[in-house]
Nanobody, 128 residues
Framework: QVQLVESGGGLVQAGGSLRLSCAASGRTSSSYAMGWFRQAPGKEREFVARINRDATATNTYYADSVKGRFTISRDNAKTTVYLQMNSLKPEDTAIYYC???????????????????WGQGTQVTVSS
């Protein structure tokens, strides 16, 4: 079992920055791929970013809407995942969810159903 707890959300003006954190616990959490999704009011939950890391490689993936502005990273102990969000826009307003996928390497990475563990979410609001 993996538990995920997000933090770092809040209210920020357009053009500002926030860093979200996701603390993972559980016996095998360090071997899981980690991702971030978001859900805006009235919209479906969507993929934001993912990080795969094992002893041989690290790969990151981003939705086109956040590429170049958001950065996903993972600490050396692989127990905390971060989402650095820069140049925020009002359309980034959403609840942001951390998720874990026990399969590290997949041909696809945006599907919600591949992530078996989810946090409770943290609200990010970007004012114009």
């Amino acid at each position: 079992q993996v538990q995920l707890v997000e933090s770092g959300g809040g209210l920020v003006q357009a053009g500002g920055s926030l860093r979200l954190s996701c603390a993972a616990s559980g016996r095998t959490s360090s071997s899981y791929a980690m991702g971030w999704f978001r859900q805006a009011p009235g919209k479906e939950r969507e993929f934001v970013a993912r990080i795969n890391r094992d002893a041989t490689a690290t790969n990151t993936y981003y939705a086109d809407s956040v590429k170049g502005r958001f950065t996903i990273s993972r600490d050396n102990a692989k127990t905390t995942v971060y989402l650095q969000m820069n140049s925020l826009k009002p359309e980034d307003t959403a609840i942001y969810y951390c998720a874990a996928d026990r399969v590290m390497w997949r041909p696809t990475y945006t599907r919600m159903r591949d992530y078996g563990y989810w946090g409770q979410g943290t609200q990010v609001t970007v004012s114009s």
